[in-house]
Structures are given as C-alpha cells and as structure tokens.
C-alpha cells in the first residue's frame, strides 16, 4: 500500500476516534439522578413514613429538590450541607424516618436552603 494512502487512512482512523470520545464523553451532559445527592434524596424518598399521602410526597421531593439545586450552585452552606447529608444516610441506612424526624428534617432543610439568601439580603429601614 501507498505509504501517502495509509497515512491518509491512520489520520482518518485517529480522527473518528477522536470524534467518538468527544461525541461520548464530552458533549453527553449527565443523565437525571446522577449526582450523588440525587441518588442519595431518591433513597431517602423510600424512607418516608408510609401514611405521608403522595402530595406529601410531591412537596417534600419539591423541597429536596429545591435544595439539591441550590446546593449545586454553591448557595447551601458547606456544613449545612454537610449535616444534611449526614442525617440523609443516616434515615437511609436505617431505612426509615419517624413522622417526628421528618418534620424536624424538613425544617432543617428548609432553613438550610434560604439561609445564605437571607444572609445577602439587606436588612429594611
């Protein structure tokens, strides 16, 4: 074979390999529940006490959400962050979570997730 021929086809050959790494690992952005939180707040949704009614559900995955996004974005405080997660795995290795606990939780969380807003705020005159 034509030395020319062949380097033409092992520059084509490197090229679409390195079009497939690219195409692959790259440009694919993450699938939904990747992140270890994600998966961590998709665990914690099992431990919920069984009589918490499916909107119950709705809002209390909406507030996990909530803080999972803004946790993302760096506007959670690390050692907020850090207790969360904590309790997380904790309800998770146990694989429940009192109607006591979770109200408390969800408040932790809750406060969590606007603290640093409120902190940036002005105070009003």
């Known amino acids: 074979m034509n030395p020319q021929i062949r380097g033409i086809l092992v520059a084509l050959v ?6 497939l ?3 692959l690992f790259v440009n ?3 699938p939904p529940g990747s992140s270890r939180l994600e998966r961590t707040i998709s665990q914690f949704m099992k431990c919920l006490p069984d009589e918490t009614t ?4 709705e809002e209390i995955e909406g507030i996990m959400t909530r803080f ?9 405080h690390l ?4 207790e969360i997660r904590q309790d ?10 009192t109607r006591l606990e979770l109200n408390d939780f969800m408040s932790k969380v ?5 603290r640093m807003d409120e902190e940036q705020v002005p105070p009003a005159d």
Do not use: C
């Open 14 to 19: 490197a090229a679409i390999v390195a079009a």
């Open 88 to 97: 997380l795995s904790m309800y998770i290795e146990r694989g429940e979570i």
């Open 54 to 57: 499916d909107a119950q559900r």
């Open 68 to 76: 999972h996004d803004k946790a993302r974005t760096g506007r959670v």
């Open 110 to 114: 809750g406060t969590a997730t606007r």
């Open 28 to 30: 694919n952005p993450s």
């Open 21 to 23: 790494i690219v195409f």
């Open 79 to 82: 050692d907020d962050l850090d």
